[in-house]
């Protein structure tokens, strides 16, 4: 046990807002290049070759998560608790335990994953995938390398590597290279072109956290300072792993929670139908950034309020970023939702079907924001094998709905365990929070920013549908009109809804807080 002091509410508040504005800046840049990829691929090739391709890219995106080993959680974690207690000086500990194993196992999974290539292709149900399949395996190691140095650095509160690199950088690249192999007509390079550019992400991101490290100053909090011992056996091998580990059983959850829906529809019912549910569900992507930015900002605070005993602190900050997920989210899913055939005929001939699937996964996702980012702020607690066990019994639900449903129902069964999956796994962590630790994600703020996206987006785009029908005039004057209104009250509840924050003055993305003089004893809880 150590005494620490506790971090000031109002100036790490106002951090994670600033974060949470360029994490979000980079959100709306990403999600937008993310979309134009899949319109891209959708447009520039068959349904057929576009399924084998979001095929074999789930197949990948599950094989990285089992290789990453929880380590970008961890990283954060650690990184947090160790700078916030006083004890910088472990930082290259914590970073040492996380990097080697990782990349030495991301290395197995790629080469596993090569030699596995056709037996993965005919288990996703596209045979023509092991080709794509073993390209992916050849930059597996890279793109795993590269979310745990990210994540270092979102460690220390700079979020610019992440949205520089992984939200703008990569995306931009892909789509230009998939548009280039588009343009021959052909598809034979159409994985080299999508894989391509996590080579030199990986390098440009070991750069940049060596520049965060050398700027970090060497002991961000020494008046708070916790006996050395303490916090050595805290980041000691054996904790940290405990940890981390089943962090990574709970990524890999929800990323098949995230895919599996993909993989399962392409093995049951075709590529063709795999490539309406993609499609429908990267319109979602806004949404799906969003909430990622404003819990990477969050993250390495709630970190360092847990790790001084500041539960009053935490449960602000719990609030505070749940509303902003609202707001956020819902100005893009709710107008999706209500002109849900319109948006799927971005994608071409053969798409607009597939508006049911849009419809489900929209108001599945605006509940999974308003429920707030529990399982996030679990782990942060130290229980990531309570937040383990929810994510798995999600991912039951996900897997035996996809079962029952996909055979009769396609796309929209599918959608359907989807959306099973996603309130499972809200609803347990929001009921342990609020159990364990007197912790929920609602109050005063909530309403507000709920209230203020129905009307605005969900009152005006429906008002607009009625007299101007479902064509693509009548969706942009209600986004004009309901943009207008929501900029012009979000202004008036800025301080209601702690957005005056993001109008401060920046301050050293290095340094940790500052200090009350509060004290409290604290201890490091891991089950």
């Known amino acids: 046990m150590a005494r620490v002091t506790a971090p000031q509410p109002g100036a790490g508040l106002r951090r994670v807002a600033r974060g949470g504005a360029l994490n979000m800046a980079g959100a709306v840049a990403g999600a937008a290049l993310n979309t134009v990829l899949v319109v891209v691929v959708t447009r520039g090739f068959s349904p057929e070759t576009a399924g084998v391709l979001f095929a074999a890219t789930s197949v990948y995106f599950i094989a990285a998560a ?279 005929g971005v994608f071409g001939d053969g798409y607009s079907g597939g508006a049911g699937v849009l419809v489900v996964l929209a108001l599945t996702q605006m509940a999974g924001a308003a429920l707030g980012m529990g399982d996030l702020v679990l782990t942060m607690t130290g229980r990531s094998r309570a937040a383990l066990g929810n994510n798995v019994a999600a991912l039951a639900v996900n897997v035996a709905g996809c079962v029952a449903l996909v055979p009769a129902l396609g796309a929209e069964g599918a959608a359907a365990a989807w959306a099973g999956a996603v309130l499972l796994r809200n609803l347990l962590p929001l009921a342990q929070l609020a159990r364990g630790y007197g912790l929920h994600p609602f109050g005063r703020r909530w309403l507000l920013a709920a209230g203020a996206c129905l009307g605005w987006f969900g009152a005006v785009p429906a008002a607009a549908l009625a007299v101007l029908g479902p064509g693509a005039w009548s969706l942009a004057a209600a986004l004009a009109a309901g943009g207008a209104g929501y900029a012009v009250t979000l202004w008036r509840l800025r301080g209601a809804l702690g957005l005056a924050g993001l109008l401060r003055r920046r301050g050293s993305a290095a340094a940790v807080p500052p200090v009350s003089g509060t004290s409290r004893d604290i201890t490091v809880r891991n089950r």
């Open 66 to 344: 089992v290789a990453n080993l929880g380590t970008a959680t961890g990283v954060v974690y650690f990184v947090a608790r160790v700078r916030a207690l006083g004890a910088g000086h472990l930082v290259p500990v914590v970073l040492r335990r996380a990097c080697g194993p990782v990349a030495a196992v991301a290395v197995a999974a790629g080469a596993a994953l090569w030699v596995g290539a056709a037996d993965v292709a005919r288990f996703a149900g596209a045979e023509g995938a092991a080709d794509y399949v073993r390209v992916l395996a050849v930059v597996l190691p890279f793109a795993v390398v590269t979310d745990t140095l990210l994540a270092a650095t979102r460690a220390f509160h700079d979020m610019r590597p992440t949205v520089a690199l992984e939200k703008v950088g990569r995306p931009l690249a892909q789509v230009g290279l998939v548009a280039a192999v588009a343009a021959t007509g052909g598809a034979g390079l159409l994985a080299a072109a999508w894989a391509g550019p996590y080579l030199p992400a990986a390098l440009l991101a070991l750069f940049w956290l060596r520049r965060v490290l050398r700027a970090a100053p060497p002991a961000e909090v020494p008046e708070a300072a916790a006996p050395p011992g303490g916090v050595e056996r805290e980041v000691a091998a054996r904790a940290f792993w405990a940890f981390t580990l089943p962090r990574s059983a709970s990524t890999v959850a929800q990323l098949g929670i995230q895919r599996g829906g993909i993989v399962l529809v392409a093995a049951l019912r075709g590529a063709a139908d795999a490539a309406v549910l993609t499609a429908a569900s990267r319109l979602l992507v806004v949404g799906q950034f969003a909430g990622q930015a404003v819990q990477h900002a969050a993250q390495p605070r709630l970190a360092e309020l847990l790790a001084v005993g500041d539960r009053e602190g935490a449960a602000d900050l719990y609030r505070t970023a749940t509303a902003w997920l609202v707001c956020l989210t819902w100005p893009v899913l709710l107008p999706a939702a209500l002109y849900a055939p319109l948006v799927m």
